[in-house]
């Protein structure tokens, strides 16, 4: 009667205090809502929720029907009032309508209707990534992590590492360590990729080997300095040493490539490089290898390239001789007619040595060298060796 008599404001009074609220349903709310409003006065409806307003709580549905015009007049200050006052029931719709004007705010409305995907969903796109993982944790819900962090590295690939490291900071990571990686792979983030696990392989554990490989893999085919300060800073000890060393010798690293080998056959393939290894290494490196291992890789380097490689062979023989024989030695510089190298070889253990051989090979090797200084000066001052021998020598030369 009173809708009839187009008394709205008695309408409203008497419909928000019938006992029991037996008034406050969809039906109310769809007759208020159908009468038109008179130009510049408060809308029968909004009289209508203004007075439950007063009252306490609206319920769900009044909740929603109050926001829809209030939203759409842009007054969501109205709305941070009621929620901050505790007005309106939340739910799911209302956060779904919210968002639309302010995505912020409607956090508040599905944090209060308690919907952890939504949360989720608004933490990540007002970029709170850090409190996704908070938030999971104390409501115990599980989010979709590796979809989480495709979606922020879409964004943001810095937050994204950031939130990666997060989900694995604790003993039990949030998500398998493969599957973050391939993300990272998927936008070939590479740089983020190495830091983020730089951090999670740090404790070098053996199960982590196949993780530790791709790490080297991705830096040496895309990043080779990474990749040598990484095996230089020696953390890691389980990833695939024979397949890492191939890829250092590819990118021209020869030298990690040499540290990982093992098989005669590599070793002798990168070890005549030497304008790419630094001399002082290699010198050091011949100490690890077998006495027939180093005079292989002699010949393997004097046979590539004797210019280029004969003067660090000669400090290796000089270094190594004891072990590796003088015999042995001279044999080799003489299979390559290499008096330079018998003469430089020999004078650095001649005036040290007893052998008679060493001291006539030398006369040798400084007559075919020109120099005849040399010779003059062992010949006068060394009692090792033939007299009658060198005589027969220097006659014929």
Known sequence: NLFQSAQYQEAAKVAASAPKGILRTPQ????????????????????YFGILLDKGQLNKYESLELCRPVLQQGRKQLLEKWLKEDKLECCEELGDLVKAADPTLALSVYLRANVPQKVIQCFAETGQFQKIILYSKKVGFTPDYIFLL?????????????????MVADDEPLADLNQI??????FNLIQQCTSFLLDALKNNRPAEGPLQTRLLEMNLM???QVADAILGNQMFTHYDRAH???????????????EHYTDLYDIKRAVVHTHLLNPEWLVTYFGSLSVEDSIECLKAMLTANIRQNLQVCVQIASKYHEQLTTDSLIELFESFKSYEGLFYFLGSIVNFSQEQDVHFKYIQAACKTGQIKEVERICRESN?????????????A
């Open 28 to 47: 109310t709310i769809q007759r208020f809502q159908q009468v038109p409003s008179a130009a510049g006065a408060t809308s029968p409806l909004l009289q």
């Open 150 to 166: 495709r979606n922020i590295m879409r964004i943001n690939p810095e937050q994204g590492l950031q939130f990666g490291q997060m």
């Open 181 to 186: 990686v391939d993300v990272f792979m998927e």
């Open 222 to 224: 895309s990043a080779p």
């Open 244 to 258: 890492v060393a191939q890829l250092c010798e590819k990118a021209g690293l020869l030298q990690r490539a040499l």
């Open 384 to 396: 090792c060796y033939d007299p009658e021998r060198v005589k027969n020598f220097l006659k014929e």
